[in-house]
């Protein structure tokens, strides 16, 4: 079973440092690997997708990696800001016909202070 | 284009009672998910459709949750009778040929 683990479980800085976010997880025989941001009370909105073949993905601020050898991904945010508070979820998909569901991790709080 | 549609956002219920929840996908997506999230975790899956068939339901309280989804496009995920546990966010999800999930807002379950 996979298993994504993320750390830290909370992260605070300073507005305008820049944010590194870590998720691992056990099984590197993924499809691929998706970062979400999650608002308190709200859905998760998708922020990148990389494909499994793929070594990283950048959209904006953000940029995110991934390892699949030694199973970890890493999600980059530069020069944060007070809009980035939120919960950011690192999810993989895997490869087995019976596996095409995202397998979670509990996510990292971040807040970002003015 | 819309995304993830979900209805309704709150739903406060006494336990034994019934509950839907309803979703539609955005247009075109062929797979759908509903997952449920409890406070602090991830999401779970609880089922998956391929168009209107249910490929993965392994996760799902067969003996009183149950799912449908007709035509292959929008679904229902019914809990019958509710108990207190089931308190959660569910959440639906699509996806077209595997190219990333996408999630409504989510339906926050409370359960007294």
């Known amino acids: 079973k996979q298993e994504v683990t993320q750390i830290p479980a909370a992260l605070s800085v300073p507005e305008g440092e820049n944010l590194v976010l870590n998720c691992s997880f056990t099984?590197?025989?993924?499809?691929?690997l998706q970062w979400f941001r999650q608002d308190p009370g709200k859905g998760l909105t998708s922020l990148l997708l990389?494909?499994?073949?793929?070594r990283e993905q950048t959209s904006g601020r953000l940029n995110a990696s991934l390892d699949k050898s030694s199973g970890r991904s890493t999600l980059y945010i530069a020069a944060s800001q007070p809009g980035d508070s939120a919960t950011y979820l690192c999810?993989?998909?895997?490869?087995?016909?019976?596996?095409?569901?995202?397998?979670f991790g509990a996510g990292t709080t971040v807040t970002v202070r003015a | 284009e819309a995304g993830v549609v979900q209805s309704p956002r709150y739903k406060i219920i006494e336990k034994k009672q019934p509950v839907a929840f309803w979703c539609n996908p955005i247009?075109?997506?062929?797979?759908l998910y509903w997952y449920l999230q409890n406070l602090g975790q991830g999401p779970e899956l609880l089922i998956r459709?391929?168009?209107?068939?249910?490929?993965?339901d392994s996760q799902l309280p067969k003996d009183r949750f149950s799912a449908e989804r007709l035509k292959g496009v929008d679904s229902t995920l019914k809990i019958q009778p509710a108990e207190l546990g089931d308190s959660a966010v569910y959440l639906c999800?699509?996806?077209?040929?595997?190219?990333?999930?996408?999630f409504g807002p989510g339906t926050r379950l409370t359960v007294l």
């Open positions: 999800a699509s996806s077209l040929n595997r190219g990333g999930q996408f």
């Open positions: 999810a993989v998909e895997g490869t087995k016909s019976n596996d095409y569901k995202l397998s």
């Open positions: 990389i494909q499994s073949s793929q």
């Open positions: 099984d590197s025989a993924i499809y691929n």
């Open positions: 459709y391929e168009n209107e068939e249910a490929v993965d």
């Open positions: 247009s075109g997506h062929n797979t």
